[in-house]
């Protein structure tokens, strides 16, 4: 996301596993890093156990940036809405990458992370459904050129919504 102020290249607060007592660097010997490695999403470094990432980025087959780092499994804590408007927490264990260096298009922008929607069983949408937090939909939209917006996982309560399925992993 971007964060508004912020020069080119300045990276925002950065999560640092180190300060959560809940979280824990992915190691080479479970299963989710190896189905990442055999999806050519993840590298393992047998040096330190740990399920690292290299990832390009860019349209089609062009690779303009990259980013390099480590996957981590830790509690997210999100906020339910149900039908009649009441909203209640839910801790939800999940996996993603943390960043330790950018290279490209990805080292200009001022940002604190990148939230993909990747087919991929691991993508955060899929986690959520696969824990059982939501359906396998998501909502996004934008209000204006000025910003704003709301991002949903799961069901929209709201008459007219149609729904895209997410696609099974390639």
């Known amino acids: 996301m971007v964060v508004p102020g912020l020069a080119a290249g300045t990276l925002a607060a950065l999560f640092d596993p180190k300060l959560s007592s809940t979280s824990s660097l992915l190691a080479c010997s479970d299963k989710r890093c190896q189905n990442m490695v ?32 480590y996957y981590v499994s830790d509690i997210v804590h999100l906020e339910i809405l149900d039908a009649l408007g009441r909203t209640s927490s839910a801790p939800v264990t999940t996996l993603f990458g943390c960043s330790t260096s950018r290279s490209g298009d990805l080292a200009e922008a001022a940002f604190d992370g990148i939230f993909t929607f990747s087919p991929y069983q691991l993508s955060f949408s899929s986690q959520l459904h696969s824990n059982g937090v939501s359906p396998a939909v998501f909502s996004l939209c934008l209000r204006s050129s000025n910003g704003g917006g709301i991002l949903v996982f799961g069901d929209v309560l709201e008459a007219g919504i149609v729904y895209t399925p997410l696609l099974p992993s390639p």
Not at 48 to 67: F, K, M, N, Q, R
């Open 38 to 69: 055999s999806d050519v999403l993840a590298v393992c470094n047998k040096s330190t156990d740990s399920c690292e990432l290299d990832l390009p980025y860019g349209p089609g087959a062009a690779i303009v940036s990259s980013t390099t780092g």
